[in-house]
Nanobody
């Protein structure tokens, strides 16, 4: 069974930065795309970013230029560096492991999910 454990969330002022981490176990990490999603209060979960096994990336327009997804296959870890944070970035952020290695930006593209880490951006 795949386990995904996120960390790094917290409270930050607008304009600040946070780095989220997601440690994976249970299958060959390097063979699968990984993604980050987020869910703000009262809203549906939305795609943030995805990275393929060889580090090709794809971002939601709302975070392009501010967020960077990366991965370390030796450490079975995916990261989300978030800069220039805005209050509208406030959400629970989820790490997910895709069903295969491709550009996965829909919920149904992923078969395993972490428990989420909360990010709060104050104005």
């Amino acid at each position: 069974q795949v386990q995904l454990v996120e960390s790094g969330g917290g409270l930050v002022q607008a304009g600040g930065s946070l780095r989220l981490s997601c440690a994976a176990s249970g299958r060959t990490f390097s063979s699968y795309a990984m993604g980050w999603f987020r869910q703000a209060p009262g809203l549906e979960r939305e795609f943030v970013a995805t990275i393929r096994s060889r580090s090709r990336t794809y971002y939601a327009d709302s975070v392009k230029g501010r967020f960077t997804i990366s991965r370390d296959n030796a450490k079975n870890t995916v990261y989300l560096q978030m800069n220039s944070l805005k209050p509208e970035d406030t959400a629970v952020y989820y790490c997910a492991s895709a069903r295969s290695d491709y550009f996965a930006y829909k919920d149904y593209d992923y078969d395993f999910w972490g428990q989420g880490t909360r990010v709060t951006v104050s104005s």
